[in-house]
């Protein structure tokens, strides 16, 4: 895993601190580099990729006030006046064969959202991407950190072993100038070979 610089999710400034390491990108295939340089919506190269509609499942979604309770890869990049933020997982899946794209983490910061992207956010089983174009939400990304790792635990959401490869992306979400999100996504090494 790189070395990452924390942050302040205070900071207005851009993440020029962070500089992931790009050689990670030499071994993937084309479409594996662009998912993890993407600046636009994952969920839309995923339908383009799986020829199908790309839903929501949400697999845990809890508000949390403890700085302690959040999600531990995140901590670095947040602070105690981050606080209240929305922690989740959610898979990308396919609607109708049901194929599992993408895992997610996120941590939401829930004062720094529109009202009705949280409402939505909370009640929806629609993909982030999909909130930010209903709200014309103007966003910038930063990736943070790129990684592979064995699938482990969640190797049964994919239906491979748990020593199969996951690539994976951590990234900051600004809107407004302000933090919104921090998400980590994870991609089945296997199911992008094509």
């Known amino acids: 895993m790189t070395a990452v610089n ?7 400034a851009s993440d020029e601190s962070i500089s992931p390491d790009r050689s990670f990108l030499n071994d993937l295939n084309r479409f594996q580099r662009i998912l993890m340089v993407t600046d636009g919506t994952v969920t839309e190269l995923l339908e383009q990729y799986a020829a199908e509609t790309i839903k929501v499942r949400k697999l845990f979604e809890k508000v949390e006030t403890s700085f302690d309770e959040l ?6 990049y947040l602070d105690p006046s981050s606080l209240p933020v929305l922690k989740r997982a959610i898979l990308l899946q396919g609607q109708t064969t049901k194929t599992n794209w993408l895992y997610a983490e996120s941590s939401i910061l829930l004062d720094n959202l529109h009202p009705g992207f949280r409402a939505d956010l909370l009640a929806s089983r629609e993909p982030i991407g999909r909130l930010w174009e209903k709200y014309r939400y103007e966003t910038f990304k930063t990736i943070l950190n790129y990684q592979k790792r064995p699938a482990g635990e969640l190797a049964g959401y994919f239906e491979l072993p ?3 490869t996951m690539i994976a992306r ?9 933090p919104i999100m921090i998400i980590t996504e994870m991609f089945p090494d296997s199911l992008f070979q094509q």
């Open 162 to 164: 748990e020593d199969s």
């Open 170 to 178: 951590t990234y900051r979400v600004y809107s407004g100038n302000k």
């Open 6 to 12: 924390q942050l302040s999710t205070n900071q207005t």
């Open 71 to 76: 999600i531990t890869h995140h901590q670095q």
